[in-house]
């Protein structure tokens, strides 16, 4: 079993920055794959950002590349997802998870989730 618990949302201006943290507890956490989703209102969870268990490999989805940055401390049990030059439509609440499988961007395929964290991007 892995907790997971996401920090760092609020209400920011567009073209500013969050960085969200997940900080995990449980089982060897570098054994894992860590994702971001994000769910607005009315809409389906969506990938975000994944990164490898080493975090060297790194994906974003098209609509967020070039602007956010996810990372990971292994040391400290923790996966960063930097966010920059945000914009009205990255308004959702976020999500990380957690998988041991190949990376996938379908969130039906994650074990584990945190309780998610509210970002809201105003205009």
């Known amino acids: 079993q892995v907790h997971l618990v996401e920090s760092g949302g609020g209400l920011v201006q567009a073209g500013g920055s969050l960085r969200l943290s997940c900080a995990a507890s449980?089982?060897?956490?570098?054994?894992?794959?860590m994702v971001w989703f994000r769910q607005a209102p009315g809409k389906e969870r969506e990938f975000v950002a994944a990164l490898s268990r080493s975090g060297v490999t790194t994906y974003y989805a098209d609509s967020v590349k070039g602007r956010f940055t996810i990372s990971r401390d292994n040391a400290k049990n923790t996966v960063y997802l930097q966010m920059n030059s945000l914009k009205p439509e990255d308004t959702a609440v976020y999500f990380c998870?957690?998988?041991?499988?190949?990376?996938?961007?379908?969130?039906?395929?994650?074990?584990?989730w945190g309780q998610g964290t509210q970002v809201t991007v105003s205009s």
């Open positions: 998870a957690a998988n041991e499988v190949p990376f996938t961007p379908s969130p039906m395929e994650y074990d584990y």
């Open positions: 449980g089982r060897t956490f570098s054994n894992y794959r």
